[in-house]
């Protein structure tokens, strides 16, 4: 395809240094591709190799990668994803994003599967890549607009509106630790404090623009895929789901467990969730369903709020976050608060986190008048939740204590405030009470990034039988939400079967159910690829992937004192719903987990053998 | 007695600025006694009084208030105790400690009950104080020395070995925070960081020298006490224990119901503590007993440690903090931290804490090369523990850290160590583990000052038959340490009464069991000062005491919060021993405990009513 000098098979390495505009070029070797595909996996092997360890997260010393996964841009479906990674300024661990929309395409399609930006500019700048052509621009004109008018006016002076942005909005030029690098609008690398790197390095947007393709092997078998497909996109629970609701979906499908967060996870249950439900976004918002590149589910939708704006979204994390986690269902003001967080780029789980810290330290008297600058903190106050997004991303008055994220906004007010910081590792939770979900309670608290679903994501009770369950894990309960047994094994499992997908670049809505097995993984690497993984090939690169994320940790000092869950989900019973009375017992699954992956069980950590044995 | 011309019923108190070395002075009222007692009662007022709150507690802005108790210098057994009160730098709110010797005497006998410290001095000086002559004196040639040279030092330029002096050692200069205030050199005004607040004052020591003695209205009532003890003193369960043994007799107890603290609180058994226990103490280091002023206990030893020092002590929480929870049982090692801890000026408490904080560290990983300084933390290595006492005092490296007190040093370390902290307030636990002592645990969780067990001191078991405890409490189970019903009401009830004993300066070992009664203290004041109170009288003063500290608090942003237990004391099973398999549940006892003070359960803060109530 394309026929452009710069396709390699498995695209380029590009590292480009902003302190002295050093600029070097590799291949991708395929060793590496055999070892982590591509993506997070081999993102996490460049962050390793560039660093020693205990750097400071914002100095010129922290690489910022972005790495396109191996089936990224391929006729591989829901091919769309790429990955950002960085030591995170919220956690001092490994930190990465992922996002979807057409930028990590567009990164193939220029030739490079990865771009490692080392040392700092002195001047904002942007990073214009047109296939072999890279360029450090002046960026000062753009310094201080949000990610819209960021994208807008790159694209004006381009005169390309295909050209693909990611860039910064104010939070992360204001080094705010739950800032996000935003592509397309709306897509976002939410997780980890990306967007802050990015600022620290004064470098607000990275452009490409690609005239090639990605390479295929066997493009018959690779569209063959897609002759599978047409019975599953009818019948797959999971691709109906979102399909037909996208993520908004799930507010009811948590709810109706009662493990969908109110307060600040002082609830877990909207008695009455209709106004907030995917029935009335659809009636009163959405306007058509939107896809990312090469998707077959197209689960996002493009709404409007009258008088307010349109865009794309939401999902449901960010209603999760933004609404009833803050004491409120007013959808529109969710969209509102979502479309904010997109523009000034922040995080909307570890804003909507910050805000509901915030809110729950007013109800209980821990900040004064000072501290509050003025503002009623009272649950569901929605203008007091945009005003305080403002100042976040700008790092205003109490704004700048919550730029830090709940963690360390909790570490600096005290007085027991760090009780109701809902984090692991400094990483906000996401909106699936954990009290109620054994795994993922389990797969929060081991999550090498922090609290984190996307790790583990074991939605396994939806595509697994007991039987199967039992056969796999060794016991039928590892698919029951209420049981600890087997949860260890299971999140193992699921942890090296969803680096996968990361290091693919496949979206985790395609590999949550249909291709969720690693055999149906390989079946879409060979004909892109002409590499032949089995199954266990394919599980010891999960490993192999989790390992070094886990070994990166341990060079930072972390341990298994890391691998928890704040005190709220461990000792106070969910009041009220269908999980009232329930808490998580983290003990005996971290011992099966510890077991299951091979580590010391006192200190959370591999061993040397372990690192052998697994070829890293 | 006496005739001094300075003599006034109750004492004066003396504001002395040490900023602008203004001094005032004024009587006590019989209205502040009759409300507030003296000691630390009266202190807490005039520290109130004095502040707005959100002080910066190492600021001129914070009092340094000396309190002599109603009966300190007078002929009531056990008179010794004086108290020292500033907001405390450890934990934000109301801070105090209270010793003995001989100090607290002879400010009465110099005419003074309270002197307020207001101010900060430009240089290094210390207070002398003889009788109605109040001197603010260089001190530069004091600063860096340690306490015992202090002393000495004061004591020779004086010509007068009698001069009482309390003075801060390097610690206290370094505004370490787990630093304290000696007297008589080995007595300390240990808890809350008060060495800190004296050092930010640069107030090395405050001597005192008085001819004058303290008021009696009934001479022969005063002493007709003492021939109600020479009964109890042969009898009462209280005072033959710590006649005999001294506090260094606590190790059995508490080490035969499993619930002294070993390697940080991660075990709470010694299965063979004869290495420790007080019978090894006597027969292989102490030389006698000694005694506070006016002691008919003499709970204390002097004692030799050959080749190394001899001093007077240790004390039980000096043992368990410097010994067992650092992985050792070497007594000869632990006397010579004690003596170290004294001559710098540390808290044996705070320190040993932190020490065992760091060690449990080091354990886990959490300390890397640079932090750890070369020191092999390992548990037990008493070299180590010797030299981080010294770095902590000199604030050196891994010191400099550990010099904030495990809480603060946990929240600048991270990395989960938070949950290796064992404080509640920023205070270090004791060596009395709450897991299996739910009325003590109870006591640490609510008492203002932060985690201490002389707030409550709930040695009921020991004086009161079930049936006593029912008819007091309401249950039986008040007194069964493993049973959560009646403590609410009971460490309430503690709690009032302690605070007499403190108000009224009398040594907590008298009131212990003998004393106990409000009644009984009664009998102690009214010979001594002429007023008569009821016990409902006293009650609603120690009410009143402890109602005026938590309003101290509230002022600051604490709340219900922070009426809390490291997460280890409610999640983690003791491992072993007699209370193995035990952790403390705190929510129904500390519902009961608000309701039983008439407080807002959720806030744990006074309501303005009750505040009207007990006329505060």
């Known amino acids: 395809m394309g026929g452009k000098t710069n396709m390699s098979d498995f695209g380029k390495i590009l590292e480009l240094n902003l302190t002295t505009w050093e600029q070097r070029e590799f291949p991708v070797s395929e060793e590496n591709v055999k070892k982590y595909l591509g993506g997070r996996g081999f993102n996490s092997r460049l962050l390793f190799n560039y660093t020693k360890g205990k750097e400071d997260p914002l100095s010129s010393h922290n690489p910022l990668i972005f790495g396109a996964g191996l089936l990224t841009g391929t006729p591989a479906p829901c091919s769309s994803r790429y990955t950002v990674s960085a030591k995170s300024p919220l956690t001092g661990g490994i930190g990465d994003g992922n996002s979807g929309g057409f930028f990590g395409p567009e990164m193939r399609f220029a030739g490079y599967s990865h771009i490692v930006f080392l040392g700092r500019s002195k001047d904002p700048v942007y990073v214009y890549i047109e296939d072999d052509k890279v360029e450090i621009r002046n960026a000062k004109h753009l310094w201080g607009l949000d990610t819209w008018e960021t994208t807008a006016r790159i694209q004006e002076e381009l005169g390309d509106n295909n050209a693909q942005v990611a860039c910064i909005g104010q939070a992360g030029e204001n080094l ?282 074991p939605v396994v009770e939806y595509c697994f039988t007991p039987e199967k369950a039992e056969e796999i894990w060794g016991t039928a309960k590892a698919v029951d939400r209420m049981a600890t047994e087997g949860k260890g094994k299971l999140i193992k499992w699921c942890e090296d079967v969803r680096a996968l997908a990361d290091s693919l670049g496949i979206c985790k809505f395609f590999t949550r159910t249909a291709y969720l097995l690693p055999e149906q993984l390989a079946k879409l690497i060979a004909p892109v690829t002409g590499l032949e993984f089995t199954a266990d090939d394919l599980m010891l690169i999960g490993e192999r992937i989790n390992n070094l994320e886990r070994s990166f940790n341990a060079r930072e000092g972390f341990s298994r004192l890391q691998d928890t869950l704040p005190k709220r989900m461990q000792l106070e019973p969910i009041p009220e719903g269908p999980s009232k009375g329930m808490t998580i017992p983290l003990k005996s699954m971290l011992d099966e987990y510890y077991e299951a992956r091979g580590w010391d069980v006192q200190t959370g950590m591999p061993s040397p053998e372990k690192l052998r044995q697994i070829n890293l």
């Open 176 to 457: 705010v630790k739950v800032s996000c690098i935003i592509n397309n609008l709306t897509r976002a690398i939410g997780r980890s404090g990306m967007g802050a790197v990015m600022g620290s390095k004064n470098l607000k947007a990275v452009v490409v623009r690609g005239s090639g393709g990605t390479l295929v092997k066997n493009r018959a078998g690779a569209f063959g895929i897609l002759d599978e497909m047409k019975e599953l996109t009818l019948t797959d629970q999971s691709f109906v789901l979102f399909r037909k609701n996208g993520t908004p979906g799930l507010v009811d499908i948590y709810n109706s467990r009662g493990v969908f967060p109110v307060n600040n996870f002082q609830k877990s249950y909207l008695p009455d969730a209709t106004s907030i439900c995917a029935e009335t976004f659809k009636e009163k918002f959405a306007l058509k369903s939107k896809a990312c590149y090469n998707c077959v589910i197209h689960c996002s939708h493009f709404y409007e709020v009258e008088g307010s704006h349109k865009e794309e979204g939401p999902e449901f994390e960010s209603i999760g976050a933004l609404g009833p986690r803050l004491g409120h269902s007013d959808y529109a003001s969710i969209l509102k608060a979502n479309h904010l967080c997109n523009r000034f780029g922040l995080d909307t789980i570890g804003a909507g986190d910050a805000i509901g810290f915030a809110m729950e330290c007013f109800e209980k008297g821990l900040l004064d008048d000072g501290q509050t600058c003025g503002l009623d903190l009272s649950w569901g106050n929605t203008d007091t939740e945009f005003e305080l997004l403002r100042m976040m991303a700008l790092r205003e008055g109490l704004g700048d204590l919550l730029s830090q994220g709940s963690y360390h906004a909790s570490r600096i007010l005290g007085r027991g405030s760090e009780d109701l910081s809902m984090c692991v590792k400094g990483q906000a939770l996401i909106s699936a009470d954990p009290r109620g979900l054994m795994g993922w309670g389990l797969g929060y608290a081991v999550a090498n990034r922090g609290a984190d679903h996307l790790r583990a994501h």
